[in-house]
C-alpha cells in the first residue's frame, strides 16, 4: 500500500483477511464479525505502543457494546506483559506466529485499522498521530452511535469526540516501530507459508537430527561440492530476480526430459550459490542448452568429456559483477562461479545427467563443475561476440560454447607483429582433437589484451585473425595420413584412391571461420591467451547458441 | 527441522525387471545403429549369430541419424510399434 499522506494509507476494495486467534482470555476472537471494529497491531517493546495502551484500553471500555476491539499484540510474552502493566480488560490476541500481521500488510506497529461490515477496510493509521486517531475516532463513535455521541460510555473526555479520555496525556506525534512481521528473514519464512505463494516443488523434511548438507550428498544432489540448502524461502529470494512466472515451463532437460521450470531453476541456483540477480542468466543458459542445435544430452553424455562454456555479453555483465579482467576464466568470482554451475546442477538434477548414468565422459573434466565468464567488451577494439552473433549491444546476451578441452594457454611473450600473434594462435589451435583431425571441431578463443593490442597496432580484424589461423592450420592431405606414428588420420588405402589433385590438396584446421569464435577477456598484463576446444561441431555434435537475457 | 524443495524432476522411476527367459527367441527383431563407427559391424555379427540360432526371426535394421542425440521419436515409435525385440548397437 502506498501512503497518500503520512500515517495514512490507501484503502483497497478487497475484504480484509478472515483471522481466527487465541485471546488472552483463553478462549479465540474471529474477525470479520456483524459490527464495525477497530484492529489494532501492536507489540510489547515498541515505545509508541506502550504509550497508547491507556487509550486502546478506553476505547475497549467506552466503544466495545458498539463495536469490537481487536488488540494484536505480536509477541506471546509481550502481550502478558501488557496485560500486567496495563491492567487491561481488553483482551489481547495472540499473533506470535505473525500470520495475520503478514496478511494485513502490517510494516509499523501500531497500525489502527477501522473495519466496516462485512470486513472491509474503512480506514488505516500507522504510527500515532494524536490529531489523526482522535479524528478517526470521532468518526467511529459518530458513526456507530448516531447523533448521541455525547452519550457515549466511552470514559474520556474530549470537545471533538465526546470521548471521556485526558489526550493532553499522549504525545502530539509518534512514528511507531517497525512490524516483527517486516522483519526481512521473518517475512521470507512467512511468504513461503502463504496459502498464495507461487511454491509448487515437492517438499523434502530433513529431520533435525539429520544433517542438511549430507542429506542433500545422500540424494544425489551434488556435483560434489557441498550445496546451499533450498529452502522454500531462499528459493521465494530466488525467484524475486525474475518476472516470469514460476511455473513457467523454460525446457525439457534430457535424458529423462525433466521439465524445467522456473521454479525448478530457481531450487538449483539456490544450491548452487547463486543470487537472485544471476537467474535470468541461468534461465537463459538453460534454454540455450536445451535447444536441438546445443543437443546438452550429447554435450554431456559424450565419452569426450565435454561441457558448456557460458560467455556473457551486455549490460548485466557489470550489473551483476562478473568478472571479465583479471582471472576471468579462474575462480573468484561468485556471478561467474555459481552461474556456470547452476546450469550444470540443473542438468543433473532437472535432466539426469549423471556420472555413471548417461553421462559417460572417459575422464570427465574440471569445467564440468563449472565455466561461465563475460567478454571484456570495453577493452575490445572488436565487435562483441553477441553482436556478432545478431544481437543489440544494448542486449544482454549468454552463449553457450561446448569444449572438451580448455583454456589451452597460447604463450606468446615475444612477437611484436599481428601476423606473428595469430600465427601464434594458429599453432596452438592444431591440437584441437589431435594433430591429424582437421575440420571436425571449433574453438572459442579468448585473446588477452596485451596479444589484443599486438593485433590492434597492425588493425587485425577478427576475420584477419581467423584467416591468419585457417591459414597457419592448414595441411597437405598427405600429412594426415595414418602412419606409424599414428593410427589417427586418413586411411591409407582411401588416400591412396584420391586423385592426384586431391592428395595434393591441403585441409585447414576449420570446416570454416565460423568455428572460430573469439571474445577479449584476462588482465591487462600478461601474454597468455587461452582456447577452449570444440567438441564435434554441426548439426550432428553441438552449434553455439545465444540467446537474449530477460532485463528485469 | 529443515524443509528444502526438490531440485529433480521428481519423476520416481519405475523399477522393471526383465521378462522371463524361456531360450526362445521368435517374432520381429530390431537391430538399432546408433550410427558410431564399427557399431554396424557388431550388428552384422549379431544378425548372423540369430539368425542361424532362431531362424523363425524377422530382423529389421535401424540406424540413429547421429549417436550424439537421442533417437527422434517417429524411429522410437517405428521401433516399439513393429517389433517384439531390440538390440541396440553401442560403440567405442
Not at chain 1, 473526555?157 to 493532553?168: I, P, Q, R, Y
Not at chain 1, 530457481?266 to 534454454?287: R, S, T
Not at chain 2, 550388428?43 to 523363425?56: G, I, V
Request: with cysteine; net charge negative.
Amino acid at each position: 500500500m502506498d501512503l497518500n499522506k503520512q500515517g495514512e494509507k490507501n484503502m483497497t476494495d478487497a475484504p480484509l483477511p478472515a483471522f481466527v486467534l487465541e485471546n488472552s482470555n483463553a478462549g479465540h476472537t474471529s474477525f470479520p464479525g456483524e459490527r464495525s471494529a477497530l484492529i489494532c497491531f501492536i507489540k510489547a517493546d515498541c515505545p509508541t505502543c506502550i504509550a497508547i495502551m491507556p487509550l486502546l484500553e478506553a476505547c475497549f471500555r467506552g466503544m466495545q457494546d458498539k463495536i469490537d476491539i481487536h488488540l494484536i499484540g505480536q509477541t506471546l510474552q509481550g502481550n502478558l506483559e501488557l496485560a500486567d502493566k496495563f491492567d487491561l480488560h481488553a483482551p489481547l490476541l495472540d499473533d506470535s506466529t505473525l500470520k495475520v500481521s503478514f496478511v494485513y500488510d502490517i510494516e509499523i506497529v501500531p497500525t489502527l485499522i477501522w473495519a466496516i461490515p462485512p470486513g472491509q477496510e474503512n480506514k488505516r493509521l500507522e504510527g500515532f498521530d494524536k490529531a489523526e486517531w482522535e479524528a478517526l475516532l470521532l468518526d467511529v463513535v459518530e458513526q456507530s452511535q448516531g447523533s448521541n455521541r455525547n452519550t457515549t460510555k466511552f470514559p474520556a473526555k474530549s470537545e471533538s469526540t465526546g470521548l471521556l479520555f485526558d489526550w493532553a496525556t499522549l504525545p502530539k506525534w509518534r512514528p511507531g516501530c517497525a512490524s516483527l512481521s517486516a522483519d526481512p528473514v521473518i517475512a521470507e519464512r512467512l511468504q513461503a507459508e502463504a496459502d498464495n505463494n507461487p511454491l509448487r516443488a515437492r517438499k523434502i523434511e530433513i529431520a533435525a537430527t539429520d544433517d542438511a548438507f549430507e542429506f542433500m550428498y545422500d540424494q544425489g544432489f551434488s556435483d560434489g561440492l557441498p550445496l546451499v540448502p533450498p529452502t522454500p524461502e531462499r528459493v521465494l529470494r530466488m525467484l524475486s530476480g525474475t518476472r516470469r512466472e514460476a511455473q513457467e515451463l523454460i525446457a525439457k532437460v534430457p535424458p529423462n526430459m525433466g521439465e524445467a521450470t522456473i521454479e525448478k531453476i530457481a531450487v538449483n541456483a539456490v544450491m548452487a550459490g547463486a543470487k537472485p540477480e544471476y537467474l535470468p542468466v541461468i534461465i537463459a543458459a538453460l534454454e540455450a542448452a536445451c535447444t536441438d542445435e546445443f543437443n546438452i544430452h550429447g554435450v554431456m553424455a559424450t565419452t569426450m568429456g565435454a561441457s558448456p562454456v557460458m560467455v556473457v555479453n551486455g549490460p548485466i555483465r557489470e550489473k551483476i559483477g562478473m568478472n571479465m579482467k583479471l582471472s576471468a576464466l579462474g575462480q573468484g568470482n561468485r556471478a561467474n562461479a555459481t552461474i556456470g554451475r547452476a546450469l550444470r546442477l540443473a542438468v543433473r538434477n532437472i535432466g539426469g545427467a549423471k556420472p555413471g548414468g548417461t553421462e559417460r565422459s572417459a575422464l570427465g573434466n574440471p569445467m564440468k563443475f563449472t565455466m561461465c565468464f563475460a567478454e571484456w567488451e570495453e577493452r575490445s577494439i572488436w565487435s562483441p561476440l553477441h553482436v556478432e552473433r545478431g544481437f543489440n549491444a544494448t542486449d544482454s546476451v549468454v552463449t553457450l560454447f561446448c569444449m572438451t578441452s580448455g583454456p589451452v594457454l597460447i604463450v606468446d611473450q615475444t612477437s611484436r607483429r599481428a601476423a606473428q600473434i595469430a600465427g601464434s594462435m594458429g599453432m596452438c589451435l592444431t591440437n584441437i582433437f589431435h594433430p591429424k583431425a582437421q575440420m571436425v571441431s571449433d574453438t572459442l578463443l579468448v585473446v588477452c589484451p596485451e596479444h589484443l593490442d599486438t593485433l590492434a597496432r597492425d588493425g587485425y580484424s577478427k576475420e584477419n585473425l581467423r584467416n591468419r589461423i585457417q591459414e597457419i592450420t592448414m595441411l597437405p592431405m598427405a600429412d594426415l595420413v595414418v602412419d606409424d606414428n599414428s593410427g589417427v588420420g586418413i586411411p591409407t588405402d582411401k588416400f591412396a584412391n584420391m586423385s592426384s589433385e586431391m592428395q595434393q590438396s591441403k585441409l585447414p584446421k576449420f570446416r570454416s571461420n565460423s568455428d572460430i569464435h573469439i571474445v577479449v577477456a584476462g588482465s591487462d598484463a600478461g601474454k597468455f591467451s587461452g582456447a577452449f576446444h570444440g567438441w564435434a561441431t554441426g548439426s550432428t555434435g553441438s552449434i553455439s547458441v545465444s540467446k537474449k537475457i530477460e532485463e528485469t | 527441522m529443515t524443509t528444502i524443495l526438490d531440485p529433480t524432476n521428481e519423476s520416481i522411476p519405475v523399477e522393471r525387471s526383465l521378462a522371463k527367459r524361456n531360450g526362445l527367441i521368435s517374432g520381429r527383431l530390431a537391430l538399432l545403429d546408433i550410427s558410431k563407427p564399427r557399431g554396424n559391424i557388431l550388428l552384422k555379427k549379431f544378425e548372423n549369430m540369430l539368425a542361424s540360432q532362431f531362424p523363425d526371426i524377422v530382423i529389421t535394421h535401424y540406424a540413429k541419424p547421429t549417436f550424439a542425440k537421442p533417437a527422434p521419436e517417429a524411429l522410437r515409435t517405428e521401433i516399439r510399434d513393429n517389433n517384439d525385440f531390440l538390440i541396440e548397437a553401442l560403440a567405442d
